[in-house]
């Protein structure tokens, strides 16, 4: 845990809580400037996801289901922006199976904001399937760290696999919402 020596870990933590601030805090930028929707909808568009209080942080000014799709995507994004910074960073300084699997991690999440951005240009370009397949791989992606990593005892891969709970949960609650847009 975090104990004396271990900077390293240290920093992971003030990363991932600064990250869940920003992710959480639902005011990154300005989207809370647009014409609110009322809590009742924002509820009724977060009731058959499955992790519904995160979801209504997220969508927070959201006006309608493509534009709360898009926002729970970015939040997504940039949660998986930051866990590939750590990773990478870890990886750095790190060696044999915990580089290996770290190496891992950064390569998927990589993939995952790939997806992520292929994501929002489904929505613009009003391709449903397309956006299934694409948030549905980020989920894959992101299995296939905590995969890589499952079984380690190391504190590094410990942070990565609680980045990776949150961000599976967010990639529910994606995939749910946008079952909600109608093209």
């Not at 920093?11 to 601030?21: E, N």
């Not at 990154?28 to 509820?43: H, I, Q, V």
């Not at 990773?87 to 991690?105: E, I, M, R, W």
Request: with cysteine.
């Amino acid at each position: 845990m975090a104990s004396k020596g271990n900077p390293i870990l240290s920093q992971v933590l003030v990363l991932l809580l600064a990250t869940a601030f920003l992710v959480l805090g639902g005011k990154c930028s300005g989207e809370n400037d647009k014409s609110p929707t009322s809590s009742n909808a924002l509820s009724k568009l977060c009731a058959d996801v499955d992790f519904p209080h995160l979801c209504e942080e997220i969508i927070k000014g959201a006006s309608d289901a493509k534009n709360a799709t898009q926002m729970a995507i970015q939040a997504l994004s940039l949660r998986a922006t930051h866990a590939k910074a750590l990773a990478l960073k870890l990886g750095s300084t790190a060696s044999g199976y915990l580089k290996s699997s770290l190496d891992t991690c950064a390569d998927v999440y990589d993939d995952a904001v790939d997806s992520l951005q292929t994501s929002l240009d489904n929505i613009q370009g009003g391709d449903k399937g397309a956006l299934f397949s694409n948030l549905s791989a980020v989920v894959t992606d992101i299995v296939t760290c905590d995969d890589t990593i499952k079984g380690g005892d190391e504190d590094p891969q410990a942070v990565l696999a609680k980045s990776n709970k949150v961000m599976k949960k967010l990639g529910s609650n994606c995939l749910a919402l946008a079952d909600e847009i109608h093209f």
